[in-house]
């Protein structure tokens, strides 16, 4: 038995086929219920005990051979291409499925493009940050609750390092290293300590704004929101300004744009407000600027804050957050048509 199983592993290599049909009449003749390979395994069970080992050792090694043997003839056929497996040369290919953008980068992309064409530049920074960038330098009173460890990621090691809150860190991070004029928009990913649900996720984009010169008022912030809101959402849309709090600008508000969807007359995404909430805004709190060696008699300033999914949500009505994380082709595909 010995003998035979080895004539046929040589006579298995010698084996070259030209078509399909070649390639599974081989295996019927070997692999098959019927085949060669299984009728020496009936013969394995009647031979001595002492053979059994090195002949079960061979058989093995038959089967996994004539199996490599197949996989192999058909991979060199499907590298063939013979005229008989092609009729038409002429006839178009076979469509290449093409990736496309993130709806968050998309909208990112759109959004730092709308701040290129009046002079803002890109910047970002660190991700792992500091106390000092995400908090203190904006004038962050120490007891402020998003300090709190329930809003905020820290090292449990080092108290001083954790993953930032806001991309208003990177404010910071320009402030340092740059003197006025500052014309700068930051994109960046953003960590919270949140339960993940259909309206809050705890990894998010922010794009951070931030402008300082001499002479820079609140005029001049509301102008530069309204030309970025008429981008974004079209010619026709009106923003307005409520007052708000941040620690880091005095006076500070949220922008509201006019629904798109229902052109201000109330629909289930506004609210039936004709009002969606898009950004954080305000003057650039002088004391932000003294703590970063930004002279705050001579120059002033205003910053914005925008939640990237937020922006996406309302532009491609998205209902649900946690659609951005899932990876999902059917929702992923629904984007390859935007550029
Ligand atoms: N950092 C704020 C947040 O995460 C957003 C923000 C508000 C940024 C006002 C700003 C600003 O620059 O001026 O909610």
Aim: proline share 5%.
């Amino acid at each position: 038995m010995h003998d035979k199983i080895i004539q046929i592993i040589q006579d298995s290599e010698n084996f070259t086929a030209e078509t399909l049909e070649q390639i599974e009449e081989f295996r019927i003749k070997y692999l098959s219920k019927k085949g060669i390979v299984s009728a020496l395994f009936d013969e394995f069970r009647t031979i001595p005990g002492d053979q059994k080992k090195e002949v079960g050792q061979l058989l093995n090694q038959l089967k996994i051979s004539l199996q490599n043997k197949i996989n192999s003839l058909k991979e060199q056929l499907s590298n063939i291409v013979t005229t008989s497996n092609i009729q038409d040369l002429t006839l178009p290919g076979s469509p290449i499925n093409q990736g496309s953008r993130h709806p968050i980068s998309i909208v990112r992309k759109e959004i730092l493009e709308i701040f290129a064409r009046i002079g803002f530049t890109v910047s970002e920074g660190p991700e792992i940050e500091d106390d000092k960038h995400v908090f203190s330098a904006l004038n962050f009173p120490p007891e402020h609750p998003a300090r709190d460890m329930q809003d905020t990621f820290f090292i449990e090691k080092d108290p001083d390092i954790l993953l930032r809150t806001h991309t208003s860190s990177i404010q910071v991070r320009v402030m340092e290293k740059t003197s006025p004029p500052i014309r700068t928009i930051s994109p960046g990913r953003v960590f919270r300590n949140e339960a993940i649900s259909a309206r809050a996720h705890c990894i998010f984009h922010q794009v951070e704004g931030l402008y300082i010169d001499e002479k820079v008022s609140f005029a001049d912030l509301k102008q530069t929101l309204l030309y970025f809101a008429k981008e974004l959402f079209g010619e026709s849309t009106k923003i307005r300004l409520r007052p708000s709090y941040f620690p880091f600008t005095e006076p500070s508000a949220e922008m509201d744009v006019s629904c798109n969807l229902c052109i201000g007359k109330g629909c289930n995404v506004c609210k039936y407000t004709g009002w969606l909430e898009v950004l954080g805004c305000g003057m650039v709190d002088p004391n932000v600027l003294e703590f970063n060696n930004i002279d705050s008699k001579k120059y002033t300033g205003f910053a914005f804050g925008m939640g990237v999914e937020r922006i996406a949500m309302l532009k491609f009505q998205i209902r649900d957050l946690r659609l951005y994380f899932e990876n999902d082709l059917r929702f992923l595909e629904q984007f390859s048509s935007v550029i």
